[in-house]
Every structure is written in C-alpha cells, then in structure tokens.
C-alpha cells in the first residue's frame, strides 16, 4: 500500500509566495521579522524586509505568522 505523503511547509509556504502574504517570522532568539517569502528550500526561506532580503534559517525559526488585512469596509 503505498502512501502520498503530505508535506505540510512546503504547501503552506508555497501559498504564502503565490499570495504575496505579509508575514511575520518570529526566531528562537525572540526577535521578530515582518516581510514577504520570495523564497523558500528544504533549510531555509528568503524574506523580503523593506527592500532587502533576508535568509533565515528554519532551525532558528519559532513560529511564523501570516498577516491577514482588515476585512473591506
């Protein structure tokens, strides 16, 4: 029996990119990054922070939070 296994970061950040999502990375150290993935690997991400971008580590990642706008009034 064979089974498909679902990788549950590479679709959840995959929508992220595709979506153009703010998003904000909190590291292990406690420091908090905001931005957009522009890309991603089996190791780490590549976070766009006010023009540049950033490479992460994800074993120094805690939590990531996508930022979700205000619904239209």
Do not use: C, W
């Amino acid at each position: 029996m064979n089974k498909v296994l679902i990788n549950v970061q590479d679709s959840f950040f995959y929508n992220l990119r595709k979506d153009n999502t703010e998003i904000t990375v909190r590291l292990t150290s406690g420091e908090e990054r905001k931005g957009r993935l522009r890309r991603f690997d089996k190791f780490a991400l590549v976070l766009e922070v006010e023009g540049h971008e950033e490479m992460i580590y994800k074993h120094a990642i805690a939590s990531i939070r996508a930022e979700t706008s205000p619904p239209p009034s």
